[in-house]
Nanobody, 116 residues
Framework: VQLVESGGGLVQPGGSLRLSCASSGFTFSHYTMNWFRQAPGKERELVASISLSGAWQNYEDSVKGRFTISRDNAKNTVYLQMNGLKPEDTAVYYC??????????WGQGTQVTVSS
């Protein structure tokens, strides 16, 4: 079982990135999926969550209106579309499936750097 993130990089303030998290080894459509991020010197924080079907999403206040979480159950992939990026969005972004294993399942992370 694994999660593999991609799509991070360096972007200027106001720019956009789309993160992807590809899953394997479990029935993706049976699990809620989440995106977390961790900035240097800070604790890991929940950014967005999405329900099994994708009908329900929830966002951390600072990203509401700028980030969109979505999923494609046919491709076993969850996405995070990030628009209007700010320097404070700089972090390593992780996808997380809380119920796949006893401790949940984390990806390896992808770095997002917002800087001019």
């Amino acid at each position: 079982v694994q999660l593999v993130e991609s799509g991070g990089g360096l972007v200027q303030p106001g720019g956009s990135l789309r993160l992807s998290c590809a899953s394997s080894g479990f029935t993706f459509s049976h699990y809620t999926m989440n995106w977390f991020r961790q900035a240097p010197g800070k604790e890991r924080e929940l950014v967005a969550s999405i329900s099994l079907s994708g009908a329900w999403q929830n966002y951390e206040d600072s990203v509401k209106g700028r980030f969109t979480i979505s999923r494609d159950n046919a491709k076993n992939t969850v996405y995070l579309q990030m628009n209007g990026l700010k320097p404070e969005d700089t972090a390593v972004y992780y996808c997380f499936a809380p119920d796949v294993t006893a401790r949940g399942l984390w990806g390896q992370g992808t770095q997002v750097t917002v800087s001019s």
